[in-house]
C-alpha cells in the first residue's frame, strides 16, 4: 500500500484524488490547499479524507508519494528541500501525464472488455458445445451450443458440478490425469450422441488448473477438434509471458515491419512502440544492418551478435529467429538481452584477475600446448625442475612463453599454494632496483623486499641479463649466504630466472657475473621458437580462441584449413605473443554471426600490419603489442575524423563491423 499526499486541491488535484481513490494499493494520506473551499477540499470532506491548508505536518516517514498540482515553483522547491529521502516528489507535469496515463488505461480496460465480450458471442455462435471445469470439477463455461444439446440453461449450468449436468462425464478424469482423451463417443442424460474431445488445462507453470470438453451431435463431422482453445486464455498467456521478461522482445512480419514489442524493449532502446509498430525494422538502429531483416533474407537464425543499441550506448546480446510456418517464412521474433552491468562486472573481473597474477601463478602445464618433440622435451624439463628447489633458467626468444613455463613450474611444485611474484628486471630503477629486492631501512625500520614478500613461494626475474653489475653481486651474495645457511635472515625463495639474451656472450663482454650465471644455470630449459614448431600452431590457435572469445565476447569456433596453413607460412619473429597478436586483429574483420576464420580474415590482418620498409623505427621499450595498438589507434582516429564520426561509414571504410568498429573504440577510449 502506498500512502500518498496531494497538494493542491483544484481541478488537477480533484482528478487524481478521484483516480487515487479507486485504485486497492493507494491510499490517500490527506489533501491540501491553501483555499478551503477548493474542489478538492469538498470532496474529501464528503469522503472523510483527511485534508488542510498546511502540509507540513503530514511529511512522515511512510509518505511514499507526494503529488504537487499547485502550479508553483517555490512550493516545489520547499517540498523537495524537506520531504523525507524515501519519498517521492511528482510535480504537476509529470502528475497530469500520470492522469493522462490512468485515463488511457481505463479505455484499454474498456475495450479489452468489449474484446471479451465479441469473443463470447463467437463462442455462442458455433456450433460445437463447449463446457469447461475447474480444479474442484465446477462448471465455469458454458456456451448457447451445450446448453442447447445438454438441455441446462448458461445460468442453472454455470457454479454447478458437472456430474449434475452430464452424469456420464469423464472430465474430472481428464483433470485428475491430465491426459487429453479425443474423440470419444458420450450419451447425455437426454439420450443424445455426442462425440467429445477433453483437455486439461495447464497455467504458464505446467500446473493443471480445469478441464475442457468440445463436443457436437455425432451426426456432425468432428474436425479439428484440438485447434478449438480458449484463444482469449491463450492471448492473454502469452501476451503476460513476453511483457514479463526482463529481455527486450520484437516481432517482425514477412516485410519486416514491426507487429510486437514488449516494455523490456522499449526500456532499453528508448523506442516507444508507437514508434516501432508497422515501421521497418531497421527503425530502431541508428547504424549498421537490421538482424530481422537479415534472418528474414536467409531464414537462418542468427544468435549471439553483440550490438550496442539506444541513446546510453548500452551493450546487448542479439538472438533472432525466423517464425516458420508451412515451410513459409512468417516473420521473425528477436531478443534482446542487456549485457552492460554484466560487462561492466567482467571488466572487474578482469582487473582483479590481473593483480592477481602479480601476486600468484594461474597457468599449469595442461595450459602449455604443443606436441612437436622440441616443446615436449621442454615440458619434461619444466617437470623435473618443479619437483626440486633447484634454480631455473629459461632461455628463448622474446613471446615464446618463457614467463608461461615460470607458473607451470611455480604451480607443479611443493610451493604452489604461496606467492608467485613475477619482476620485469629490464624495466625496473636502477637505483631503488637493490632495495626492492632486498629491503632496506627506513627511519629504522625495516621494509620488506620482494625475496621477503615471496617467502615459501616463487620469485620469477624475467630479463635477468638486464639486471645491473651491482644488483648481481648483491643478489649472488644472498644466494651464497642462503645456500651455505651464512644468512639467518634469507627467505625461502625458489629462484626462476628468464633471458632472451645470449648470458655466454654477455659473461664475455663483462655485463654478466660469471659466478651468478653458474648459480642460475643450474638447470637450463631452452624453449623453441614458434617457427620451429609451427605444426603446434593449430593446438596453440585453438586456445587462443577461448581466450580471445571471451576478452572480445565473440563465438569463434574454428579456423579453415586454407588460414591455418597461411599463418604456418609465416617465420613468427614474435613468437606466441605475435600470433595472439595477429588472432586478434583477425577476430576484428569478421561479420555478426560468424563462427570460422577463413583466409580473407587473416590475410587482412597480415596486410593491416604491414609497413614500407626502412622508413619506421622502433620505439625505446616498447613491445610489439603496444606498438600495434598505437598504430591501430592512430588509424581509426583518421578514419573517423575523415568520415564526420559517422561509425557505419567508418566501419564499411576500414572493411569491419560495426560492432567490432565500437569494440576497438571502447578499447582506446575513442568513445
Known amino acids: 500500500m502506498q500512502n500518498v499526499l496531494i497538494v493542491g486541491a483544484g481541478t488537477g488535484g480533484t482528478i487524481i484524488l478521484d483516480l487515487l481513490q479507486n485504485l486497492e494499493f493507494m491510499n490517500v494520506r490527506a489533501i491540501i490547499d491553501t483555499d478551503e473551499q477548493a474542489p478538492g477540499i469538498i470532496q474529501a470532506k464528503k469522503q472523510g479524507i483527511a485534508h488542510g491548508t498546511e502540509w507540513r505536518s503530514y511529511l512522515t516517514d511512510d509518505l511514499h508519494i507526494i503529488f504537487d498540482v499547485t502550479g508553483n515553483k517555490a512550493e516545489f522547491v520547499e517540498l523537495l528541500k524537506v520531504r523525507p529521502p524515501q519519498t517521492v516528489l511528482i510535480p504537476g507535469s509529470v502528475a497530469n501525464l500520470l492522469v493522462n496515463l490512468l485515463e488511457e488505461n481505463g479505455t484499454y480496460i474498456k475495450q479489452v472488455h468489449a474484446e471479451m465480450h465479441k469473443q463470447r458471442m463467437i463462442f455462442d455462435s458455433i456450433e460445437e458445445g463447449m463446457i469447461g471445469i475447474n480444479e474442484d470439477g465446477t462448471i465455469n463455461f458454458f456456451n448457447k451450443s451445450a446448453s442447447r444439446m445438454v438441455g441446462f440453461s448458461n445460468d442453472r449450468a454455470i457454479g454447478r458440478p458437472i456430474t449434475e449436468v452430464i452424469p456420464l462425464t469423464k472430465l474430472p478424469r481428464v483433470f485428475q490425469t491430465g491426459s487429453a482423451e479425443l474423440n470419444q463417443e458420450l450419451i447425455l442424460a437426454n439420450g443424445m450422441k455426442i462425440v467429445t474431445s477433453r483437455y486439461p488445462l495447464l497455467n504458464n507453470e505446467g500446473k493443471r488448473v480445469g478441464a475442457f470438453a468440445v463436443f457436437k451431435d455425432i451426426t ?7 485447434e478449438i482453445t480458449d484463444l482469449n486464455k491463450v492471448k492473454t498467456m502469452l501476451e503476460a509471458i513476453i511483457h514479463s521478461s526482463d529481455d527486450a522482445i520484437s516481432v517482425v512480419d514477412n516485410q519486416g515491419n514491426g507487429i510486437l514489442v514488449n516494455p523490456a524493449y522499449t526500456r532499453i532502446t528508448g523506442l516507444t512502440e508507437d514508434e516501432i509498430i508497422g515501421k521497418p525494422a531497421n527503425a530502431d538502429i541508428n547504424e549498421g544492418e537490421s538482424i530481422h531483416m537479415k534472418v528474414l533474407q536467409t531464414r537462418k537464425p542468427v544468435r549471439g551478435v553483440n550490438m550496442r543499441i539506444g541513446e546510453n550506448n548500452r551493450e546487448v546480446v542479439v538472438n533472432v529467429a525466423p517464425i516458420i510456418v508451412d515451410q513459409q517464412v512468417k516473420g521473425s521474433v528477436g531478443v534482446i538481452h542487456d549485457i552492460t552491468e554484466m560487462r561492466r562486472l567482467m571488466k572487474e573481473l578482469d582487473r582483479a584477475r590481473t593483480i592477481i597474477r602479480k ?18 622435451i621442454s615440458i619434461e624439463q619444466a617437470k ?9 633458467l629459461l632461455r628463448g626468444e622474446t613471446g615464446t612463453g618463457k614467463e608461461l613455463f615460470a607458473h607451470a613450474i611455480h604451480s607443479g611444485s611443493k610451493r604452489c599454494f604461496h606467492k608467485f611474484i613475477r619482476v620485469n628486471c629490464a624495466t625496473m630503477n636502477p637505483v631503488t632496483f637493490e632495495s626492492e629486492l632486498f629491503g632496506q631501512e627506513v627511519a629504522a625500520e625495516k621494509e620488506q623486499g620482494l625475496f621477503k614478500e615471496s617467502n615459501g613461494g616463487t620469485l ?33 625463495v625458489r629462484l626462476i630466472t628468464a633471458t632472451s639474451k645470449n648470458l655466454e656472450k654477455a659473461m664475455h663482454e663483462g655485463s654478466f657475473n660469471e659466478e ?20 603446434d600452431i593449430p593446438f596453440i590457435v ?12 565473440m563465438n569463434i569456433k574454428t579456423m579453415t584449413d586454407e588460414a591455418l596453413e597461411r599463418l604456418q607460412q609465416y617465420d613468427w619473429p614474435g613468437n606466441v605473443r605475435e600470433l595472439e597478436n595477429v588472432l586478434s586483429r583477425t577476430m576484428i574483420f569478421m561479420e555478426p554471426g560468424e563462427a570460422v576464420i577463413g583466409l580473407d580474415e587473416v590475410a587482412k590482418s597480415f596486410l593491416s600490419r604491414e609497413d614500407k620498409d626502412g622508413e619506421s623505427f622502433l620505439p625505446e621499450k616498447s613491445s610489439l603489442a603496444s606498438i600495434m595498438d598505437d598504430y591501430e589507434k592512430t588509424i581509426l582516429e ?8 559517422n561509425k557505419s561509414l567508418t566501419a564499411n571504410r576500414l572493411g569491419i563491423s560495426l560492432r567490432s568498429l565500437y569494440y576497438k573504440l571502447e578499447k582506446f577510449s575513442l568513445v
Do not use: C, M, W
Not at 456432425?220 to 484440438?226: C, G, I, K, N, S
Not at 585453438?542 to 565476447?553: P, S
Open 638 to 645: 583518421t578514419a573517423l575524423r575523415e568520415n564526420g564520426g
Open 460 to 492: 620469477f626475474l624475467d630479463e635477468v641479463a638486464d639486471l645491473p653489475l651491482a644488483v648481481q653481486k648483491r643478489l649472488l651474495t644472498y644466494l651464497v649466504g642462503a645456500k651455505s645457511g651464512e644468512s639467518t635472515n634469507a627467505a625461502s
Open 220 to 226: 456432425e463431422v468432428v474436425t479439428l477438434a484440438e
Open 384 to 392: 623435473l625442475a618443479a619437483k626440486s628447489d633447484v634454480p631455473v
Open 359 to 376: 601476486l600468484e601463478a594461474t597457468y599449469t602445464f595442461e595450459d602449455i600446448f604443443g606436441g612437436s618433440s622440441d616443446i615436449e
Open 516 to 535: 651468478l650465471y653458474y648459480i642460475l644455470n643450474r638447470i637450463s630449459i631452452q624453449i623453441v621458437p614458434l617457427r620451429s614448431r609451427t605444426k
Open 542 to 553: 585453438e586456445h587462443l580462441l577461448v581466450k580471445l572469445n571471451q576478452e572480445f565476447g
